[in-house]
C-alpha cells in the first residue's frame, strides 16, 4: 500500500487545493495540499498515495516509477485505486 | 546468481547493476559477515522480486523490517476496530489490504460478510465522501499506516472539520518508523551493521530523524528508492561506511527525498496529531512514543472518543513466529506456518497479506527462485 503513483497533471480544481490528474490514461481528482510551498503547475507530474499528492517528480522519474510498479506486479491494483478514488467524480477542470 | 540477474536484466541497464554489484564485492571484507536491515516494506517487496540476494556476495546478509503497515498491527487493534462495525449507525471504511487481516472474530472481509457494513476504499477522502453523501450513517475511517499515509488522514480531518461534518470519525493506528528502529536498536538478540532507509516515509520526514542513528548508535543509514539499482546503491553506501569506520546518514533517493522532508507534511501531521505515550506493535510489543492519537482539539473526529473500543491485548496464533519473523530473527520459510496452513490464500499472520510483508514476498517469489535452481 506505500508504493506511490505517478500522474500527470492536466487541469485544476475550482478548490485549488484539488488538482486532475492523468495517470496513464486514467483521469481522476486527487489532493495537492502537500505541494503548497513547491507549487504545482499544468503538465508537472507527481507522485499520488491515498488520493494524495505526496511529490513532484521529472517526467523520467515518473516513466521510472510506472515501470516499476509494472514489475512489482503492482501496476493493476495502482491503476484500479486511482479508477477507485471516488471523493471528487465531477471536478471539472478550469485550467 | 543467474537467475536473480534475469530479474534485474529486464528491468534495469544491466551493465550499471554489474558496476555498482562489482563495487560492492570489491569494498566487502570477505572475513565478515554484513547484515543489512531494509526498514520498508516496499524495498523487501522489491528485494524479492528482483532476486537482489543472488547478486550480493554471500556475507551481505539483508534482514527484513518492521515497515509494512498491515504487518506491525496487532490483532488487538483490529478487533478493536471491527467492535466499531458492530454499531447499527457505522460504515466501517478501510483500505482493501486492511480487508483481509485476521481479528479474533475473523477478517474485516469475513464479518462483512456476516452482515457489517464495511467497505473497501482508496482514500481516506473517500471515506469523507461518504459521511458527506449519508448524513445519516456514520462514516469511521480504519487509518493505518507510517508517515507517508498519515498526512493524508490529517488533511482529511481538517477537510472534516472546514465541512462541519459531524458523522465522521477515524480510528487511528498510525506508527512512526523512528521509534520501531530505536526499540530493534535496542534489542538484544538483535545485531544490525546498518540500514537502508525508507524511500517513501522519507519523503515526508526527511533524513535528519535518522541522525540517532549514526550518533547514538554508530551505524550507518542510506535512504533508498524501490528500484533494483536504488537498493544496490543504498547498500553499497552503507557497506562503503563500514569499511571506512563511518556512520553517517546518506540520502541515495534525492530525486524524490527533501533532507528537510515536506513541510506542509509535517505542519498537517502536528496540527491534527500527537505522540502516544506507548502503542503495541505486532511482534515488536509495546513502544513508547511509536504512534500518532489525535489531539484532543479534534476528539469529535476520534473513533476511540467517541466509541467504546475493548481494547484488548489478543496474542498471536502460538504456532505462527510473525514477531521473530518482523524483528529480522527469523527468515520466513523458517515459521512452521510458512506455506502451509499460512499462505496467501489462507493468511494466518498479517505477513502472507500485505505485498509488502516480508511472507507474502517470499511466497510470492523466492519460492520460485528455489525451485528454478537458483
Known amino acids: ?95 | 546468481m543467474t537467475n536473480g540477474m534475469k530479474y534485474v536484466d529486464e528491468f534495469r541497464d544491466p551493465a550499471l547493476i554489474d558496476r555498482v554489484a562489482t563495487e560492492i564485492r570489491r569494498v566487502v571484507d570477505p572475513q565478515r559477515h554484513y547484515r543489512i536491515m531494509e526498514v520498508c516494506g516496499g524495498h523487501t517487496h522489491s528485494i524479492y522480486r528482483h532476486g537482489l540476494r543472488d547478486v550480493l556476495p554471500h556475507n551481505v546478509e539483508l534482514v527484513h523490517g518492521p515497515g509494512c503497515p498491515v504487518c506491525v498491527l496487532p490483532t488487538g487493534r483490529v478487533d478493536d476496530g471491527l467492535a466499531i462495525a458492530d454499531h447499527p449507525e457505522v460504515v466501517l471504511t478501510c483500505f482493501g489490504d486492511m480487508m483481509r487481516v485476521p481479528g479474533t472474530r475473523g477478517t474485516p472481509l469475513e464479518r462483512k460478510a456476516q452482515g457489517a457494513d464495511i467497505r473497501m476504499v482508496y482514500s481516506p477522502l473517500d471515506a469523507l465522501k461518504l459521511a458527506q453523501d449519508d448524513p445519516s450513517r456514520h462514516v469511521c475511517f480504519f487509518a493505518i499506516g507510517f508517515e507517508t499515509t498519515a498526512p493524508s488522514t490529517a488533511l482529511t480531518i481538517l477537510r472534516a472539520r472546514e465541512l462541519g461534518l459531524d458523522n465522521f470519525s477515524v480510528f487511528c493506528n498510525h506508527v512512526t518508523i523512528v521509534p520501531a528502529m530505536r526499540a530493534i536498536l535496542d534489542s538484544p538478540d538483535m545485531r544490525l551493521d546498518g540500514f537502508v532507509g525508507p524511500g517513501h516515509v522519507s519523503t515526508i520526514i526527511g533524513c535528519r530523524p535518522y541522525e540517532f542513528v549514526a550518533r547514538r548508535y554508530r551505524k550507518p543509514v542510506a535512504v533508498a528508492g524501490f528500484e533494483p539499482l536504488d537498493l544496490l546503491e543504498g547498500i553499497l553506501m552503507v557497506l562503503r561506511q563500514l569499511a571506512a569506520g563511518e556512520a553517517k546518514v546518506e540520502n541515495q533517493y534525492r530525486r524524490i527525498v527533501p533532507w528537510e522532508g515536506n513541510v506542509p507534511a509535517l505542519r498537517a501531521l502536528a496540527t491534527v496529531f500527537e505522540l502516544r505515550p506507548y502503542f503495541e506493535w505486532r511482534g515488536l510489543g509495546f513502544i513508547s512514543q511509536s504512534a500518532l492519537k489525535i489531539r484532543d482539539a479534534f476528539a469529535r473526529y476520534d473513533a476511540e472518543a467517541r466509541f467504546a473500543v475493548p481494547g484488548v491485548r489478543v496474542t498471536d496464533p502460538r504456532a505462527a513466529q510473525c514477531g521473530e519473523i518482523l524483528k529480522g530473527v527469523l527468515k520466513p520459510p523458517q515459521c512452521k506456518l510458512f506455506g502451509r496452513e499460512c499462505n496467501p490464500e489462507h493468511p494466518v499472520g498479517a505477513l502472507m497479506v500485505s505485498s509488502e510483508g516480508a511472507c507474502a514476498a517470499y511466497y510470492r517469489y523466492a519460492r520460485v527462485e528455489e525451485a528454478a535452481g537458483a
Open chain 1, 1 to 95: 500500500m506505500c508504493l506511490a503513483i505517478p500522474g500527470q497533471v492536466i487541469a485544476f480544481a475550482d478548490d485549488p487545493t484539488f488538482a486532475k490528474v492523468d495517470v496513464a490514461g486514467v483521469r481522476r481528482t486527487v489532493n495537492v495540499g502537500l505541494l503548497e510551498n513547491e507549487g504545482v503547475d499544468i503538465g508537472d507530474w507527481v507522485l499520488i498515495h491515498v488520493g494524495f499528492a505526496l511529490s513532484k517528480v521529472g517526467e523520467a522519474e515518473a516513466h521510472d516509477q510506472l515501470r516499476l510498479l509494472t514489475a512489482l506486479g503492482e501496476a493493476t491494483l495502482a491503476m484500479e485505486e486511482v479508477a477507485g478514488y471516488t471523493f471528487a467524480p465531477d471536478v471539472e477542470g478550469r485550467g
